[in-house]
């Protein structure tokens, strides 16, 4: 009888998911964006999930939907009051990656970018809109209430998937094997072990953050206990680049925050082949085989990242287009570097990789800038972890492209859009305490009258 309802249960998850996610968009259309932003995670981070909503009428359409709607409902309720950081930083990189969709479309001969024919621009429709989650979280996030909301829907999210992954996990062996690994949920997109380590410590390094911030029991040992869950789907994902991106975050953290981290990561250095497991231990010594050769994967590695250079000799200003390097089979069946710094440099050129490391530059900024001027343990923690993440990302985009994916990286513009309106409600609040007797806080700043907010917002910008 029990199993008769679970099944029954299961049967109505897809209709009861793509209900849910009209009404979000439903939602968002009349400025309440939590919930639709909350839809828009979900489906983000959970793509089996999402994919059950596919066989309704226009199921798979639903993510542009929500995003679509997220946008008039800020435009219709007048939430766009106020200018981001990074709006024309980004919106100008955008335009450019969008430029590259056409100089790979003349230059190969693909159809014209006006329709999903052309595969290059449904990629570019993918990244645009993951970027434009940035400007959604920033308009949205106005006052501390909603953005711990925001943060609230986004850890529980990270904490499912971990959690999930650790228990359904099992380790075939004391040996690495590459048919072994966590892969998490993002195998039905295409992705594989090394993009689901990569998310882990992302989003594991915020988690970690805001558990030495939070002043609230119950959030400080839960936001604790996932990331120390996350360890496992970690080690098992067996991704060097997110091994070497731990290190890299911890070390900052012990010398910023926790001194205890810089012991911890002593006592791995001396005796990391005792403490780590067996099969961690094993992937970590395959990076040589017992000739003293580089081991396949790392050996193809720089095979493709001498076909990169190769394509970046042809065109060095402004690259050969957005996934030239698959389209114009240089490397066979490969369509990625496998670095995306070189990739970026291949395909877009100087002025592609230029753009890349200022927005990466951008974001480390606000990490730091939030983690220094952060007034309260929110803003305190989420500075710190969003420096972390910034740094994660910087490592593990070395060894392969962790940056376009939008299931892996949804979170990260979100987490950014919240961290820079944060630093904007400062600048508002310094600036409304000037101009506007008694205005306190960014919640008051917000009731201002519109006359006196535009006048902040153009002192600012000055």
């Excluded at 968002?28 to 994919?51: K, Q, S």
């Excluded at 990169?308 to 060095?316: E, I, K, N, R, T």
């Excluded at 392969?400 to 299931?407: A, I, L, N, V």
Aim: proline share 3%; charged share 15%.
């Amino acid at each position: 009888m029990l199993g008769i309802v679970r099944d029954f249960v299961r049967g109505l998850l897809p209709f009861g998911l793509y209900v849910t996610i009209l009404w979000a968009c439903v939602s968002a259309l009349r400025g309440r964006m939590v919930f639709p932003i909350g839809a828009i995670i979900v489906c983000a981070v959970l793509p089996n999930l999402w994919y059950q909503v596919h066989p309704f009428p226009f199921g798979k359409d639903t993510t542009d939907f929500l995003i679509g709607s997220c946008l008039l409902g800020l435009l219709f309720h007048k939430h766009i009051v106020t200018r981001s950081q990074q709006s024309v930083l980004l919106w100008l990189y955008l335009f450019y990656v969008y430029l590259q969709v056409w100089n790979t479309t003349l230059r190969y001969g693909l159809p014209l970018p006006f329709t999903t024919g052309n595969a290059v621009l449904v990629d570019f429709k993918n990244y645009a809109e993951m970027i434009i989650l940035y400007f959604i979280a920033f308009h949205s996030a106005r006052d501390e209430k909603t953005q711990r909301q925001l943060l609230t829907i986004c850890m529980v999210a990270y904490f499912l998937i971990v959690l999930r992954e650790a228990r359904s996990f099992e380790q075939s062996s004391s040996d690495f094997s590459y048919d072994s690994r966590a892969a998490g949920p993002f195998w039905i997109v295409g992705l594989g072990a090394n993009q689901f380590a990569a998310f882990v410590i992302h989003f594991g390094a915020i988690a970690l953050a805001l558990s030495f911030y939070l002043e609230n029991k119950k959030e400080r040992w839960f936001l604790l206990a996932t990331s120390i869950i996350a360890v496992k789907p970690l080690f098992f994902a067996y991704s060097r680049g997110a091994y070497l991106a731990a290190l890299v975050v911890l070390l900052f953290f012990g010398i910023l925050k926790k001194r205890s981290l810089l012991v911890l990561l002593l006592a791995v250095g001396i005796a990391w082949q005792t403490l780590l497991p067996p099969s961690v231990v094993s992937r970590i010594n395959t990076t040589q085989n017992t000739d003293g050769q580089l081991e396949s994967s790392a050996a193809e590695r720089l095979v493709l990242w001498d076909k990169a250079l190769q394509l970046y000799s042809d065109s060095p200003v402004i690259g050969s287009g957005l996934n030239s390097f698959g389209v114009s089979h240089i490397a066979g069946t490969w369509t990625s570097v496998h670095n995306l710094y070189l990739q970026t440099l291949a395909e877009q050129g100087i002025v592609g990789l230029a753009f890349l490391v200022a927005v990466i530059l951008s974001a480390v900024a606000t990490g730091v800038r939030l983690f220094v001027k952060g007034k309260t343990p929110l803003e305190k923690g989420l500075g710190l972890g969003f420096f972390g993440c910034v740094l994660a990302i910087i490592v593990t985009n070395i060894f392969g492209d962790r940056w376009t994916y939008y299931s892996t990286g949804a979170l990260f513009w979100i987490f950014w859009g919240i961290a820079d309106r944060m630093l904007k409600n400062h600048a508002l609040e310094k600036t409304a305490r000037a101009a506007t007797p008694g205005a306190s806080s960014p919640r008051s700043v917000e009731l201002a009258s519109s006359v006196q907010l535009r006048n902040a917002e153009s002192r600012q910008r000055a």
